[in-house]
């Protein structure tokens, strides 16, 4: 399992990464706001409050993808606009969570940040999840990239999610923390790099 020291070096690599990356990309943050709030009519920013590290709450951002409106789980690439679909398909919305990483909010890898109702009321040992800031990627991640494709082809994607695929992020969370290393953290930033 995962130990303060652990948690501590993987404190200091996040800061250490993002103070190198956030100033390269910056200019390019700027530019894709801009052009969401072109391109969707509102802010190109978009936050939502989110389950942490230990079940505190905070805020994560994000580039602006989906137009004004009703969206649903499932349907929310139709709710997005052409840039919005691409931003999405390719995590380039995800760029303003280096912010969330800078502050501490978030760590480049870990569990991707639930809305309430899920990690907040994870029971017994699946609340060791809990120990680990929420991550850009991660295991889960990296093998639900493609989750909107799949909650598209069901019926009812709200339950599917809950049912079927929140269980199986649980698992592999799980064993995340559990077999916790510095260098399974690069393995996995580089994974996501590449699957760009």
Do not use: C
């Amino acid at each position: 399992m995962i130990t303060k020291t652990q948690l501590l070096i993987k404190r200091i690599f996040d800061l250490v990464l993002v103070l190198l990356v956030f100033p390269l990309l910056i200019i390019p943050i700027l530019v894709l706001i801009i052009i969401a709030t072109i391109d969707t009519k509102e802010f190109g920013v978009f936050s939502q409050k989110r389950v942490g590290q230990h079940g505190k709450i905070f805020k994560i951002y994000k580039i602006r993808t989906l137009k004004e409106g009703k969206h649903q789980l499932g349907r929310l690439d139709q709710s997005a606009s052409a840039i919005g679909k691409y931003l999405r398909r390719t995590k380039l919305n995800e760029l303003p969570q280096l912010f969330n990483v800078l502050i501490g909010d978030m760590s480049f890898v870990g569990p991707r940040p639930d809305l309430q109702g899920f990690a907040d009321e994870l029971k017994g040992e699946d609340r060791i999840i809990l120990m680990v800031k929420p991550g850009i990627t991660g295991p889960a991640t990296l093998k639900y990239r493609n989750e909107e494709r799949v909650l598209e082809r069901q019926k009812d994607p709200d339950n599917y999610n809950r049912t079927i695929i929140w269980v199986d992020k649980v698992k592999i969370n799980k064993k995340y923390v559990l077999n916790y290393s510095f260098y399974l953290d690069l393995a996995f930033i580089l994974k996501s790099t590449l699957n760009k």
